[in-house]
């Protein structure tokens, strides 16, 4: 009897703090926001894919020559080959050897810098993003924005995105 009664008990608790928790979210007010289109709207993202450019774009220009300059090589060693001397055939081998080794030495340490500036650069987008997603919620007392990626369903008025960027574009 004892357990029925707890059991009882229980069950009037959870009803209860459903039905809290389904008034508590019909006064929230809630909204959502598309990340990536904001990123892909701000004038700031095509500076800092400039900057990127410009900052590796030698490099980057040079490993692409090499890798071009491999390929015809090797191509033409497979092309010319057979009615290339054994010299020939050998020296062209040596070049491509040489060339990959350049490659190796050239690319992966091109690429992991690469991809750390860009990785640095994302976050300081994302952080003007974030900054701009605290003042529309600050402005119009949102109480909960979500990513729209999180959301199976929002209605278009929830949408903050354009409001967001608007004034992450403002900002520096």
């Known amino acids: 009897m004892i357990n029925k009664r707890i059991l009882q008990t229980a069950m009037v608790l959870v009803a209860g703090l459903m039905m809290s928790a389904t008034v508590a979210a019909k006064e929230m007010k809630i909204?959502?926001?598309?990340?990536?289109?904001?990123?892909?709207k701000l004038p700031q993202a095509a500076a800092l894919q400039q900057t990127i450019r410009t900052e590796f774009g030698s490099r980057m220009e040079t490993v692409e020559k090499l890798e071009k300059d491999i390929g015809f090589n090797i191509e033409k060693l497979r092309r010319d080959g057979p009615t290339m001397s054994e010299k020939q055939?050998?020296?062209?081998?040596?070049?491509v050897n040489?060339?990959?080794q350049q490659y190796d030495q050239l690319a992966r340490p091109l690429q992991e810098e690469l991809r750390a500036r860009q990785t640095e650069e994302r976050n300081k987008l994302l952080g003007l993003?974030?900054?701009?997603?605290?003042?529309?919620?600050?402005r119009d007392k949102y109480d909960l924005i979500l990513n729209s990626g999180a959301a199976v369903y929002a209605k278009p008025e929830y949408d903050i995105s354009d409001a967001v960027a608007s004034i992450a574009s403002k900002k520096k």
């Open 129 to 138: 993003i974030q900054s701009a997603i605290d003042e529309v919620a600050a």
């Open 89 to 95: 055939q050998q020296d062209l081998t040596n070049t």
């Open 98 to 100: 040489n060339q990959r």
């Open 31 to 40: 909204g959502y926001v598309d990340v990536q289109a904001v990123a892909s």
